[in-house]
């Protein structure tokens, strides 16, 4: 079975600063690892996901991510933060063996971004 | 192209109701999945449809039922309603099951239970 861990309920960063949110996740069978972004009173928004090739993945809004295979690790990065980042961060893993479609989501981020 | 919509966005009802939702994919989508949020337990998956079968189910009882049509619509039922039911329903589509294929999230049904 896969886990998620986010490691940080609550990261918070001043306007302009880089940011990273934290993601491991348990081995088995090398899964895919994604993000997603949720605003308040809205769904999840896709982020970015690591398929294959380099080890940092550029997605939407600025947000990259660095894959790490010997640590199992997808860490959410971004250069400088924007007020508007603010909002709750899912690192999710699909197994990459079984065929299964469904997604395990890590327990979530609070990202808070001051001006 | 027009996202994933999910009707209702709330709804309110009584302990031992039943309730229905419906989801309709992104156009060309056939595989929908739904999740249940909660303070509580997070995202967790329900269950998994493609082509009118469901593929995959997660952990809940069998008051948490679904079904897929050939239009690639689903709706997910919930009988005999408890507190606990209460929650934001979650549905998802992507192209295909599986592999790299993106889910792309619907806004949400929120229930709330009496």
């Known amino acids: 079975a896969q886990s998620v861990a986010q490691p940080e309920d609550q990261v918070n960063v001043a306007e302009g600063n880089p940011l990273t949110v934290k993601c491991t996740y348990s081995?088995?069978?090398?899964?895919?690892p994604f993000w997603y972004v949720q605003y308040p009173n809205r769904g999840l928004q896709f982020l970015l996901k690591y398929i294959t090739g380099d080890n940092l993945v550029k997605g939407s809004y600025g947000f990259e991510a660095e894959f790490n295979k010997s640590q199992t690790s997808f860490h959410l990065k971004k250069p400088s933060a924007l007020v508007s980042d603010s909002a709750l961060y899912f690192c999710?893993?699909?197994?990459?063996?079984?065929?299964?479609?469904?997604?395990?989501f890590g327990t979530g981020t609070r990202l808070t971004v001051i001006p | 192209k027009a996202g994933v919509t999910q009707t209702p966005r709330y709804l309110i009802k009584t302990r031992g109701q039943q309730v229905t939702l419906s989801c309709s994919p992104i156009s060309g989508h056939r595989s929908v999945s739904w999740y249940q949020q909660t303070p509580g337990q997070g995202l967790q998956f329900l269950f998994e449809?493609?082509?009118?079968?469901?593929?995959n189910k997660g952990n809940f009882p069998g008051r948490f039922s679904g079904r897929q049509f050939s239009n690639s619509r689903s709706e997910m039922n919930v009988s005999t309603l408890e507190l606990g039911d209460s929650a934001l329903y979650l549905c998802a589509s992507s192209l295909v099951p599986g592999g790299t294929d993106t889910q792309y999230f619907g806004p949400g049904t929120r229930l709330t239970v009496l």
């Open positions: 081995v088995s069978g090398n899964p895919y």
């Open positions: 449809y493609f082509s009118e079968t469901q593929r």
């Open positions: 999710a893993v699909r197994d990459r063996e079984t065929g299964a479609n469904n997604l395990f």
